[in-house]
């Protein structure tokens, strides 16, 4: 009974030196790090690195939580990393850091790969971050918000990017750990969202411009905010947006829909050396803006608006494809990819040449469009 009473009286001591965290710091003692910008300057063969932290200094109930800059450089992106502390006393917290953006030079000259494996070994890092690419000199450019803004930037962002697919759809919100994937997958190649600086009212001001896309970890061109939205249907990761069509006879007149919920299957079949992918997309719309004065109240008119809207869709995706095909020579559409999970063996006799492959495939599109109301007169 005594070694019982013992033992149990050892092991509760025990527990006790096993208490609280390894690595405490309060948040006097962290600078938080809410975005991230990298550069790489070819002539000096520097990283550059802009942060974006979160200021306590001046916090009060009523004024929205502003940030401050801090800007580093280092022969390798560790290095700069570390070089930030020589201008801020606090540790920098990267934890809470909700955008990467790249400039687009880095892209081109270096490439992101072994960038983004830096930051997904890093312990601190969110694997989540949003991932952009910016059309400035600089994607330290991106992060510097207007005087008249509130709010932190990188915040901003990431509302932008993640809210764009339900509201205008033009480019494909994807994180840090998606990125890497793709480019290590079969393809090697990935759509990120595009960012730019704009005028508005004498204000400059961050937008988002459609994507860029990497192809084995290099620059190979930009996919356009109204070729992103068929691009996202495509994927079957459609979730808003608009499509505006013009009448056939009338081209000036307009209508514009709003998608509710959109849904596509796709599949391939093999006849000889010949490869057929078939696009099925079902949209369901409302429409929204009648500029043409079509009356909708008639079935006829209706039948004939979804027939326009139908065409639109197929057209648009077989843009897209001949833009991939052709210009671009990427498979960004992941036609290879659905090859590669379906049918393994026959992607195991022409993955090695799917980059000569891939512009000779047959892409037949098939679209539906269900108008759920017409406003009030439906």
Same mark, same amino acid.
């Not at 960004?332 to 495939?361: A, C, H, Q, S």
């Given at each position: 009974?005594?070694?019982?009473?013992?033992?149990?009286?050892?092991?509760?001591?025990?527990?006790?030196?096993?208490?609280?965290?390894?690595?405490?710091?309060?948040?006097?003692?962290?600078?938080?790090?809410?975005?991230?910008?990298?550069?790489?300057?070819?002539?000096?063969?520097?990283?550059?690195?802009?942060?974006?932290?979160?200021?306590?200094?001046?916090?009060?109930?009523?004024?929205?939580?502003?940030?401050?800059?801090?800007?580093?450089?280092?022969?390798?992106?560790?290095?700069?990393?570390?070089?930030?502390?020589?201008?801020?006393?606090?540790?920098?917290?990267?934890?809470?850091?909700?955008?990467?953006?790249?400039?687009?030079?880095?892209?081109?000259?270096?490439?992101?790969?072994?960038?983004?494996?830096?930051?997904?070994?890093?312990?601190?890092?969110?694997?989540?971050?949003?991932?952009?690419?910016?059309?400035?000199?600089?994607?330290?450019?991106?992060?510097?918000?207007?005087?008249?803004?509130?709010?932190?930037?990188?915040?901003?962002?990431?509302?932008?990017? !993640?809210?764009? &697919? *339900?509201?205008?759809?033009?480019?494909?919100? @994807?994180? +840090?750990?998606?990125?890497?994937? #793709? $480019?290590? /997958?079969?393809?090697?190649?990935?759509?990120?969202?595009?960012?730019?600086?704009?005028?508005?009212?004498?204000?400059?001001?961050?937008?988002?411009?459609?994507?860029?896309?990497?192809?084995?970890?290099?620059?190979?061109?930009?996919?356009?905010?109204?070729?992103?939205?068929?691009?996202? !249907?495509?994927? &079957? *990761?459609?979730?808003?947006?608009?499509?505006? @069509?013009? +009448?056939?006879?009338?081209?000036? #007149? $307009?209508? /514009?829909?709003?998608?509710?919920?959109?849904?596509?299957?796709?599949?391939?079949?093999?006849?000889?050396?010949q490869i057929t992918f078939n696009i099925k997309t079902t949209t369901f719309v409302t429409a929204m803006e009648n500029t043409a004065d079509l009356g909708l109240m008639n079935r006829s008119n209706l039948?004939?608006?979804?027939?326009?809207?139908?065409?639109?869709?197929?057209?648009?995706?077989?843009?897209?494809?001949?833009?991939?095909?052709?210009?671009?020579?990427?498979?960004?559409?992941?036609?290879?990819?659905?090859?590669?999970?379906?049918?393994?063996?026959?992607?195991?006799?022409?993955?090695?040449?799917?980059?000569?492959?891939?512009?000779?495939?047959?892409?037949?599109?098939?679209?539906?469009?269900?108008?759920?109301?017409?406003?009030?007169?439906?």
């Amino acid at each position: 009974m005594i070694r019982r009473l013992v033992a149990v009286v050892l092991l509760f001591a025990a527990l006790l030196t096993l208490g609280g965290c390894w690595n405490y710091r309060g948040l006097d003692q962290l600078s938080i790090v809410v975005g991230i910008a990298i550069d790489y300057d070819k002539e000096s063969r520097l990283y550059h690195l802009c942060y974006e932290i979160v200021d306590l200094s001046g916090m009060n109930k009523e004024a929205a939580i502003q940030s401050k800059t801090l800007t580093s450089s280092g022969e390798t992106l560790f290095e700069a990393a570390r070089n930030a502390k020589k201008k801020e006393a606090d540790k920098l917290f990267l934890g809470s850091a909700q955008v990467l953006v790249f400039s687009h030079q880095l892209v081109q000259e270096m490439g992101i790969l072994d960038v983004l494996d830096w930051f997904l070994r890093d312990a601190e890092c969110r694997e989540s971050m949003c991932v952009a690419i910016s059309q400035e000199d600089t994607a330290a450019e991106i992060l510097i918000s207007s005087e008249k803004s509130s709010g932190m930037m990188s915040t901003i962002l990431r509302e932008i990017i !993640m809210e764009d &697919n *339900e509201i205008t759809a033009s480019a494909n919100h @994807v994180q +840090l750990f998606q990125v890497y994937n #793709d $480019l290590n /997958t079969p393809l090697h190649c990935t759509a990120i969202p595009t960012l730019r600086r704009v005028k508005r009212n004498g204000d400059d001001i961050t937008e988002l411009n459609g994507s860029t896309v990497i192809h084995e970890d290099r620059y190979i061109g930009v996919i356009s905010p109204e070729m992103g939205k068929y691009l996202l !249907m495509v994927y &079957n *990761e459609l979730k808003g947006g608009l499509i505006t @069509v013009a +009448l056939s006879d009338k081209p000036s #007149d $307009l209508i /514009t829909l709003e998608v509710f919920e959109s849904y596509t299957s796709t599949d391939f079949t093999r006849d000889g050396d010949q490869i057929t992918f078939n696009i099925k997309t079902t949209t369901f719309v409302t429409a929204m803006e009648n500029t043409a004065d079509l009356g909708l109240m008639n079935r006829s008119n209706l039948d004939y608006l979804k027939d326009i809207a139908q065409r639109h869709i197929e057209e648009s995706i077989h843009s897209l494809v001949y833009y991939c095909q052709q210009e671009l020579k990427t498979d960004i559409l992941r036609f290879g990819e659905m090859i590669y999970k379906r049918d393994n063996k026959f992607w195991n006799e022409i993955g090695d040449t799917w980059g000569e492959v891939f512009p000779t495939v047959q892409v037949n599109v098939s679209s539906r469009v269900e108008i759920r109301n017409a406003g009030f007169i439906k």
